[in-house]
């Protein structure tokens, strides 16, 4: 593999033995790929950093190298951990739990991470057209590829690690061109409805499943950036799908439609994607989660907006965000006012990734199908997908 100056002098130890070892593991992962050179990346994000799916040989591993005086070299973000920082007792967490994961977080801070433990790291640092990122979260880097038009592979958390260590990453994958071109197209049935983060997300539970490990192109479908977060998180949990090209949405999407010269279509019914979601009003169940990937200001105010038509809730909504997120709904007093009502926002975690719904519920709806794919897998959770916008006909007891 071809390395630059710095790069040979990284791998030398002249920089130090963990920078050494770290650029060791990429350049080992990137000739097993077939890799000709390394790429410089701006942004890492680092996820499997939940005590809960870490467990205590992730523990040792991340503090072996905070405690050898690991640091990074470029912006680096994290996942969600197993709890919010602040309410884990109100989540059901225990003591124990929050002792581990709180010395998980001193390790990865004490290394320089940005404390931002999101799902949603584009919204942190916005990704440039055709730039090259080591992401780990396969719904963040769908996101990367598809809405911003970036490049990274989906990196595993201790790849993601080496990659924040160095600043590198190899050259392969969905870094080259000719890796990027589609491979399938979306013929979707007249009438889908894609307007709705819980329809998105069940197109996407469905193109996963259908191609597995491909590059779909969809043409012709009316998305926003709140519905392409929703269909990418759940292509990339039911398939692999870290790519996909989305008319009027994906940056390259022209370059896309010129190099592919044989798309295998691929039929998607209207009763597909409704056959998944519940539309029943009447439904039971203990709780309701909303944002999976972290809910963005957006979505959190236009729920706001909804609940505040109703008066106690029926059935308690947990909403995931990110820190930032949370911080600014805070000074708006939307937190407040979302809690008298019988909402509770969490930040720093998510269901998926916390204990929290095996310790409290039975049963839940999502409007996530990344969610609905993981909860009954991670927790032996039943979870049912209900719309984004009707939740207020589910969870309210009376409407004003
Ligand atoms: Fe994010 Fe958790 Fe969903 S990490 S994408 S909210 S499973």
Same mark, same amino acid.
């Given at each position: 593999m071809?390395?630059?100056?710095e790069?040979e ?9 963990i920078?050494?070892?770290a650029?060791?593991v ?5 000739e097993?790929?077939g890799a000709?050179?390394?790429v410089?990346?701006?942004h890492?994000?680092v996820s499997?950093l ?6 205590d040989?992730g523990?040792?591993?991340l503090?072996?190298?905070a405690e050898r ?10 996942n969600?951990?197993?709890m919010?920082m602040?309410?884990?007792k ?5 003591e124990?739990?929050?002792?581990k994961?709180?010395?998980i ?8 991470f940005?404390p931002?433990?999101t ?9 440039l057209? /055709? ?5 780990g979260?396969?719904?963040a880097?769908a996101m990367?590829n598809?809405?911003?038009g970036? /490049?990274?592979n989906? $990196? ?8 924040a =260590?160095?600043?590198? &990453?190899?050259?392969?994958?969905l870094? =080259?061109?000719?890796?990027r071109?589609? &491979?399938h197209?979306?013929?979707?049935e ?5 307007n709705d983060?819980a329809f ?5 539970y469905?193109?996963?499943e259908k191609i597995r490990n491909?590059?779909?192109?969809i043409k012709?479908?009316?998305? !926003?950036?709140?519905?392409?977060k929703?269909?990418t998180a759940?292509?990339?949990?039911s398939?692999?799908?870290? =790519? !996909?090209?989305?008319?009027g949405i994906?940056?390259?999407y022209?370059?896309?439609?010129g190099?592919? $010269?044989?798309?295998e279509?691929?039929?998607?019914e209207?009763?597909?994607i409704e056959?998944m979601?519940?539309l029943?009003?009447d ?8 944002g999976c990937?972290?809910?963005?200001m ?8 909804i609940? !505040?038509?109703c008066?106690?809730l029926?059935?308690?909504?947990w ?15 939307v ?5 008298s009502i019988g909402a509770v926002?969490i930040r ?5 990734v ?7 519920f ?12 993981y909860?009954?897998k991670?927790?032996?959770t /039943? ?9 207020g $006909?589910i969870?309210?007891? /009376?409407r004003r």
């Amino acid at each position: 593999m071809y390395l630059t100056k710095e790069e040979e002098e990284m791998l030398s130890g002249k920089y130090g033995e963990i920078i050494s070892s770290a650029l060791k593991v990429i350049v080992k992962v990137g000739e097993s790929l077939g890799a000709e050179k390394l790429v410089e990346i701006p942004h890492a994000h680092v996820s499997g950093l939940s005590y809960m799916t870490i467990g205590d040989a992730g523990l040792t591993f991340l503090k072996s190298f905070a405690e050898r005086g690991a640091r990074v070299r470029v912006f680096s973000t994290v996942n969600p951990i197993g709890m919010d920082m602040e309410l884990w007792k109100r989540m059901g967490i225990s003591e124990e739990f929050s002792k581990k994961q709180k010395e998980i977080v001193e390790a990865i801070l004490s290394m320089g991470f940005e404390p931002t433990f999101t799902c949603t790291p584009y919204l942190i640092r916005k990704p440039l057209f /055709r730039e090259h990122l080591a992401w780990g979260e396969s719904s963040a880097i769908a996101m990367a590829n598809t809405y911003y038009g970036a /490049r990274t592979n989906r $990196e595993g958390g201790p790849l993601a690690l080496m990659s924040a =260590l160095t600043g590198r &990453t190899y050259y392969a994958g969905l870094h =080259l061109d000719e890796n990027r071109v589609p &491979t399938h197209e979306l013929i979707l049935e007249e009438g889908i409805q894609l307007n709705d983060p819980a329809f998105a997300g069940a197109l996407g539970y469905v193109v996963g499943e259908k191609i597995r490990n491909g590059i779909p192109l969809i043409k012709g479908a009316k998305m !926003s950036f709140e519905t392409v977060k929703s269909y990418t998180a759940a292509a990339a949990a039911s398939g692999d799908i870290a =790519l !996909s090209y989305i008319e009027g949405i994906t940056p390259d999407y022209d370059w896309a439609i010129g190099e592919a $010269e044989h798309l295998e279509k691929v039929p998607i019914e209207k009763r597909e994607i409704e056959k998944m979601i519940s539309l029943k009003g009447d439904i039971e169940v203990d709780a309701i989660f909303v944002g999976c990937p972290h809910a963005d200001m957006d979505e959190v105010l236009e729920l706001y907006s909804i609940l !505040s038509k109703c008066g106690k809730l029926r059935i308690p909504i947990w909403i995931s965000t990110s820190r930032s997120t949370y911080e600014k709904l805070k000074e708006l007093g939307v937190i407040e006012r979302l809690e008298s009502i019988g909402a509770v926002v969490i930040r720093d975690t998510c269901p998926v990734v916390s204990p929290l719904i095996a310790s409290k519920f039975k049963s839940v709806a999502v409007t996530s199908a990344k969610g609905f794919f993981y909860i009954p897998k991670m927790h032996g959770t /039943r979870a049912v997908i209900i719309p984004f916008r009707r939740i207020g $006909e589910i969870a309210c007891k /009376r409407r004003r």
